[in-house]
């Protein structure tokens, strides 16, 4: 059963009936447009003929005005958008085309598709109805099944509307089965996105370029290396762009390759380019290195051939500025070094290795940071009334949040004007047909000079911020309107951006210098911190300091432990220690630049990043909420949860957003686990009933818990408890830390033998004879399971005793008396041992000793262990005499307390303490949280009434109930047969699952509470 609407069915009759005249030559794709496929999309629920009036940038159907530019076009027929955003591409081509069989026009499609990243795009003469995956590379030479996830007839629509329908009509993107399709087509054919291959392609270039010119140019610096193939790089895609846009002519660096001399050519080009566009890209009054050197004709022909067809699978008309800036993003990741020999050689940045690669931030973070900032702030006011806001991104990258930032004050501006009387501003709109109206080159470079500014330390960067920017100001631009503005003798056709996007380093100001130190900086140093003067009228921002600040302060600022490059960062640790607040334990950059951003607002005004939420409960993050407490700057904290939002970066965050206002309050909201591609209309989505509110005076230094509204709720519940973990364990203690395991940390070979054990030692390589006496068996965190006896693989030599209840450290003498084996192990390592205990601080005299040893009663008590991170509760029993590392807790409860030690076992493996955890403690990698004091002494515990007989019944059902389970888990490991394993392993789920029964019922929890808790994490 088909629900095909009558147009669909008198269209398929239509065509059906017509189908000779359709088919020949001389019927054209505008008439099949005009008949067809306009109302074929129609009864797909889009709004084709704009019935609604909206303004360009925000219509759901946009048809390209076709360039023709080399012999081709440089646009589809159709752009479908929601919200503004690119959806899918439509090419129509006339019923002629054997659509089926022709590789051209999908290879065309498949083009504009990639370049444009868009995930799926359709090719249809009506007659045929292909739909193609496009996050693949097209080829050339691709047969045109290639790439092809669907393909019908006309005679298939009735029968198949259905399907067409649920994929591809407006309501089937906006509910979001669109990317679901677009989903399960890419996991069954893999990727190359257009970004991923275009890095490496312009990472080839640079090699190339920059090997050459070493080789050519002896005397050139690394800096001028560096600057230099940037530059050139940035020239060329530059103008590339602009011909691919029609806005100049099709292949003139394809022509100057072909000359002789290609360099010079080039150079006369970017010479003509910069009287035409006037805007410091091509500027040889600043930039006297290019004009200088000398480059080889075979490397600049292999990256011009490289920039176009059939070499290039880009279509440049259509590859957005975003799309540029992620690639771009990545390359700054890199950089030109010289080596002895002056040969260039291309390294990853010390900070971003440590960092674990670039983060750039996915566009619907943009958007959002962006609507939450600077649309708050101009929210219905005049062009006049904002023309003077000032937006800033202290550490701007490829320009990603201006050019966020850019776009919608551009729309705002557009839809303004449009709907107060365009025509009484001609200055900033012009009409290009009826009910079409865009912004003017001059009201777009007006907006980019008085709006929007940058910062960052890296001056490649800014380069390619400038580049971006530059590029958007382009857009909707063509040849004959820059040709016009030209005739008028108007200034350049670009802005100069030089007093907009500046370089330098955000956090450290010239103050850096003051000290009697500061004359004896090198010169590589001085680049490294490269300071910046935000007072300074000529190379900060003087003007708009005295003003009072920044209206907007965006970004997202690096992520990175500075303790982790101490080398690299030097003296600027103690320069941040002594400057921030918030540079406090093993801070992070991304604490000060939060810090900073503040600082740099204006009253009343809006700061939003995206950085790490880690700083919400970790002990590093005290200093930060010690400022947003004492300035009332938090507005609200959007938090991603476990979902990972940057692909190849095991980074949790979340959205920070700060007014320079007296907020008495702050709101939160923490995304569940979700998919990925879910979070877009999730966040987009949000409003503000789902968020929870708190009260600034609740809080201090001390880690926060900000959680969801239920989960609240839930915590509420167990806060009831009268005691935390706290009050009922006396000790929390983490392990021993030997000092250099592989001396200390020996694996068994054999069991002990007349006080004799053998051992394996990794730093001797070889196995060896130890006393018994002088080695206790020792446990990691990986070797600890949940109900489960650790085994313990390996011994740790442990050199002390216990003297009247105390432990002692055992006497050279003594040591060497009483174990001359071990004495022996330990003293070829005397020279190193000792030079570690002098450096550590500690008495070289003990230079045996272990770094921090623990009393050895702890060792000997009845206790509960735990992993120090872990994915769910792993704890069990320690043995008594089981010594572990740092990477194992032991929690020790009071003996004053009547709880059988099972009963404290049940509850602290129960999914209650790991939902607790999950919601209040500190999320690594791959979703692990820490088991360690500071997290789990909160945790409120349910204690028995031993006078209370029900009380009494269920500590006492627990403590058998977990007495099975440590007998399972005993037999499941001993078993031998598969069969068995199988038997113990259902008897094991069970017996958990009667135990969080038991625990939800101690703590009195609702069903309603209980399924809080198991839905979560």
């Keep these: 059963m088909t629900n095909a609407p009558e147009i ?83 090419e129509a081509k006339k019923p002629a085309v054997d659509i089926k069989k022709d590789i051209h026009p999908a290879f065309q499609l498949r083009r504009y598709a990639w370049s444009a990243k868009l995930p799926l795009s359709i090719l249809t003469d009506f007659e045929e109805f292909a739909v193609y995956e496009t996050r693949t590379r097209p080829q050339k030479d691709d047969k045109a099944g290639t790439g092809r996830v669907m393909y019908l007839t006309y005679k298939d629509y009735i029968d198949q509307w259905d399907e067409i329908a649920s994929r591809f009509s ?176 291309v390294e990853t940045k010390p900070e971003v290795k440590k960092a674990g ?172 911190v490269n300071v910046f003067d935000w007072e300074d009228d000529v190379k900060g921002f003087g003007g708009i300091m005295r003003r009072g600040g920044f209206d907007c302060v965006i970004g997202n600022p690096p992520y990175l432990r500075i303790q982790g490059l101490q080398e690299y960062y030097g003296d600027q640790i103690d320069y941040f220690i002594g400057k921030y607040q918030s540079a406090v334990k093993r801070f992070d950059l991304y604490l000060l630049f939060a810090e900073k951003g503040f600082k740099l607002l204006s009253k009343d005004g809006r700061l939003g990043f995206i950085c790490p939420h880690k700083f919400i409960n970790s002990d590093f993050g005290s200093g930060l909420r010690e400022v947003f407490i004492n300035t009332s700057a938090l507005e609200s904290f959007v938090s991603f949860g476990n979902n990972l939002i940057f692909k190849q970066a095991s980074t949790y965050t979340g959205i920070l957003l700060l007014r320079k206002d007296d907020n008495t309050s702050f709101s939160y909201y923490e995304f569940p686990d979700m998919p990925i591609s879910e979070l877009a209309t999730g966040l987009s989505a949000l409003t503000d009933e789902v968020f929870t509110n708190y009260d600034l005076k609740n809080f201090s230094k001390n880690p926060w818990v900000l959680t969801r509204k239920n989960v609240q709720m839930v915590l509420s519940k167990l806060s009831h408890q009268p005691q935390t973990l706290e009050d009922v364990f006396d000790e929390m203690l983490v392990g021993v830390q030997a000092g250099i395991d592989d001396i200390y940390v020996l694996k068994a070979v054999s069991e002990p033998s007349d006080e004799i054990i053998k051992l394996f030692s990794e730093r001797a390589g070889a196995n060896i004879d130890m006393e018994i006496g002088l080695v206790k068996p020792f446990v990691r965190g990986k070797d600890v399971h949940r109900y489960t006896k650790p085994l313990y693989l390996y011994y740790c030599i442990y050199p002390y005793k216990m003297v009247n209840g105390k432990t002692k450290i055992i006497d050279e003498f003594e040591l060497k008396e009483k174990f001359p084996l071990g004495y022996a192990y330990l003293k070829q390592y005397h020279t190193e041992l000792k030079e570690i205990r002098t450096r550590q601080k500690t008495n070289p005299k003990y230079w045996y000793s272990c770094h921090r040893s623990r009393n050895m009663t702890v060792f000997e008590s009845d ?147 209980v399924r809080v808790v198991e839905s979560e994490r």
Excluded at 46 to 58: E, L, M, S
Excluded at 288 to 316: G, H, M, N, W
Aim: charged share 25%; net charge negative.
């Design 8 to 90: 669909i069915k008198e269209l398929v009759e239509q065509f059906e009936t017509n189908l000779r005249a359709y088919k020949s030559p001389t019927y054209k794709e505008e008439q099949l447009k005009h008949e067809f496929l306009n109302k074929f999309f129609k009864a797909l629920g889009w709004d084709v003929y704009n019935d609604r009036n909206a303004a360009p940038q925000h219509r759901d159907v946009i048809f390209e005005d076709a360039i023709k530019i080399g012999g081709g076009t440089k646009a589809p027929d159709y752009c479908f958008t929601l919200a503004g955003k690119r959806i899918f591409f439509v």
């Design 170 to 345: 407006y309501d089937a993107v906006v509910q979001g089965y669109f990317d679901r399709f677009a989903e399960t087509s890419e996991k069954k054919r893999g990727t190359q996105e257009v970004d991923s291959e275009f890095l490496k392609e312009i990472e080839s270039w640079r090699e190339l370029l920059a090997k050459n010119i070493a080789l050519r140019n002896p005397d050139v610096s690394i800096y001028e290396l560096n600057y230099a193939v940037q530059k050139l790089l940035d020239r060329l895609i530059f103008l590339r762009i602009c011909e691919d846009r029609g806005i100049e002519h099709y292949g003139q660096l394809q022509t100057k390759a072909e000359a002789g001399d290609v360099y010079m050519h080039l150079l006369n080009h970017f010479r003509l380019a910069e009287s035409k566009y006037d805007s410091g890209i091509f500027d040889f009054d600043t930039d006297r290195i290019t004009s200088t050197l000398r480059i080889d004709d075979r490397v600049l022909k292999a990256i011009i051939q490289a920039l176009y067809y059939p070499k290039s699978p880009y279509e440049f008309s259509v590859l957005g500025v975003e799309i540029l800036g992620n690639v771009y993003e990545q390359f700054l990741g890199k950089v030109i070094r010289l080596t002895a020999g002056h040969q260039a050689k």
């Design 357 to 528: 690669g670039v983060y750039y931030t996915p566009q619907y973070i943009v958007e959002y940071i962006v609507q939450n900032t600077v649309g708050k702030l101009i929210a219905g006011k005049t062009p006049e009334e904002i023309a003077h806001i000032t937006i800033l991104d202290p550490a701007c990258g490829s320009g990603s949040f201006l050019i966020g930032a850019y776009t919608y004050l551009l729309r705002y501006h557009l839809d303004w004007y449009v709907s107060n009387k365009p025509k009484k501003h001609k200055e900033a709109v012009f009409q290009v047909k009826e009910n079409e109206w865009y912004l003017t080159t001059g009201e777009k470079k007006r907006i980019l000079l008085d709006n929007i500014f940058g910062v960052d330390i890296d001056s490649q960067a800014v380069e390619v911020t400038k580049l971006s920017l530059l590029l958007k100001v382009l857009e909707h631009e063509s040849g004959e309107s820059i040709d016009q503005q030209m005739k008028l003798g108007l200034e350049g056709v670009l802005p100069n951006l030089g007093d907009n996007i500046k370089c330098g380093n955000s956090l450290i100001g010239p103050e850096y210098y003051d000290t009697e130190q500061g004359s004896m900086f090198d010169e590589e140093e001085m680049r490294r």
């Design 863 to 1009: 206790r509960i262990i735990t992993p120090y991170t872990s994915l769910g509760c792993n704890m069990t029993l320690a043995p008594k005499g089981i010594y572990h590392n740092t990477k194992v807790y032991s929690l020790i409860p009071s003996p004053s307390r009547q709880e059988h030690i099972s009963y404290w076992l049940g509850i602290l493996n129960s999914k209650v303490l790991w939902w607790f955890l999950s919601n209040t403690g500190y999320v690594l990698r791959g979703g692990y949280y820490v088991f360690t004091t500071n997290y789990l002494k909160p945790f409120p515990i349910c204690t028995i009434d031993f006078s209370n007989p029900a009380e009494v019944a269920k500590h006492d059902k627990l403590v058998a109930l977990v007495e099975s389970m440590l007998e399972l888990q005993k037999k499941y490991h001993d078993a031998r047969m598969e069969q068995d394993k199988e038997l113990y392993e259902r008897q094991i789920k069970f017996i958990d699952s009667q135990i969080d029964r038991l625990v939800y019922d101690l703590y009195g929890l609702t069903e309603e509470e």
